[in-house]
């Protein structure tokens, strides 16, 4: 069992930054695909950026050139330029791909950006 942890979600204003983090139980996270989702109120939940083991890293085309996945330790979601429209809870996933999400999910964090 491979428990994940988000960190990072709050409350910004529109062109603000927020930087979210994902730590897992084990060090499996350092050798398999990691993903952020979210999910806004009313809509489905959506793939946000995926970086593979590797490093190779893939973007939703609603945050390319505002948001960047990076890895270490832990997973990152920097995101930059935020708009109201990415309010929504945000979760880590593991073992996903671009296709379909993996088994292991975090509990959500809050991200809101309002003036």
């Known amino acids: 069992q491979v428990q994940l942890v988000e960190s990072g979600g709050g409350l910004v204003q529109p062109g603000g930054s927020l930087r979210l983090s994902c730590a897992a139980s084990?060090?499996?996270?350092?050798?398999?695909?990691v993903g952020w989702y979210r999910q806004a109120p009313g809509k489905e939940r959506e793939l946000v950026a995926i970086i593979t083991s590797d490093g190779m890293a893939n973007y939703a085309d609603s945050v390319k050139g505002r948001f960047t996945i990076s890895r270490g330790n832990t997973v990152t979601l920097q995101m930059n330029s935020l708009k109201p429209e990415d309010t929504a809870v945000y979760y880590c996933?593991?073992?996903?791909?671009?296709?379909?999400?993996?088994?292991?999910w975090g509990q959500g964090t809050q991200v809101t950006v309002s003036s």
């Open positions: 996933n593991l073992g996903g791909s671009i296709a379909a999400p993996g088994y292991y």
């Open positions: 084990r060090s499996s996270i350092r050798f398999t695909n």
